[in-house]
């Protein structure tokens, strides 16, 4: 089983950028399809962004279109999210995910077997 860790949060002001960065450990990250989830308090677990186990197929939410960019080594074992023009709004607590189906790149929660703990971002006004 993949063990995922992430880190990069922190506190940014609105219109400023972050990278969030997932390590993986334990299996070849090559093996998972990967993506970003965040859950704002008060509210459910939503999809951000996923890649495939290549890198060659992204999906992103229509909430970050454009602002937000997920990248994966797996050499390094290590998924990103390069995230600028950040609101308010993206405020959340933000976890990768990881998926063994190879073949489908979901938005669903519930297709990932793997999370990490997550990581805290801000965005203050």
């Known amino acids: 089983q993949v063990q995922l860790v992430e880190s990069g949060g922190g506190l940014v002001q609105a219109g400023g950028s972050l990278r969030l960065s997932c390590a993986a450990s334990?299996?070849?990250?090559?093996?998972?399809?990967m993506a970003w989830f965040r859950q704002a308090p008060g509210k459910e677990r939503e999809f951000v962004a996923a890649?495939?186990?290549?890198?060659?197929?992204?999906d992103y939410a229509d909430s970050v279109k454009g602002r937000f960019t997920i990248s994966r080594d797996n050499a390094k074992q290590t998924m990103y999210m390069h995230m600028d023009s950040l609101k308010p709004e993206d405020t959340a607590v933000y976890y990768c995910?990881?998926?063994?189906?190879?073949?489908?790149?979901?938005?669903?929660?519930?297709?990932?077997?793997?999370w990490g703990q997550g990581t805290q971002v801000t965005v203050s006004s």
């Open positions: 334990g299996r070849t990250l090559a093996s998972y399809t």
């Open positions: 995910a990881a998926r063994k189906n190879i073949f489908v790149v979901t938005r669903t929660p519930g297709g990932y077997e793997t």
């Open positions: 890649i495939s186990w290549s890198g060659a197929t992204t």
